[in-house]
Nanobody, 116 residues
Framework: QVQLLESRGGLVQAGGSLRIFCAASGFTFDWYTMYWYRQATGKEREMVASISDTGERTNYVDSVKGRFTISRDNAKNMLYLQMNNLKPEDTAVYSC?????????WGQGTQVTVSS
């Protein structure tokens, strides 16, 4: 059974930091490119960051470059997103996503709220 379980998000003040993670099971984690997406209320879902299967390549949306860091631990089947200098516009539901070949798996999402 495939599972992607995100950690609890939370409420953070602007300028603060938060680390969320995604625990994967039920598939061969180190075959998959992993993504963090977010969706704010009334907005379309956007890709925040991606990381290759080995972790060697990462990619970020311009709005989080220099503030967010995606990482993974293939030995533990874990995906992380370190978010620093958070802004109110980072408020959204964050979801992890795993993709390989025709397989496309999603977590349930976790709410991150940044207060001004």
């Amino acid at each position: 059974q495939v599972q992607l379980l995100e950690s609890r998000g939370g409420l953070v003040q602007a300028g603060g930091s938060l680390r969320i993670f995604c625990a994967a099971s039920g598939f061969t984690f180190d075959w998959y490119t992993m993504y963090w997406y977010r969706q704010a209320t009334g907005k379309e879902r956007e890709m925040v960051a991606s990381i290759s299967d080995t972790g060697e390549r990462t990619n970020y949306v311009d709005s989080v470059k220099g503030r967010f860091t995606i990482s993974r631990d293939n030995a533990k089947n874990m995906l992380y997103l370190q978010m620093n200098n958070l802004k109110p516009e980072d408020t959204a539901v964050y979801s992890c996503n795993a993709r390989w070949s025709n397989n496309d798996y999603w977590g349930q999402g976790t709410q991150v709220t940044v207060s001004s």
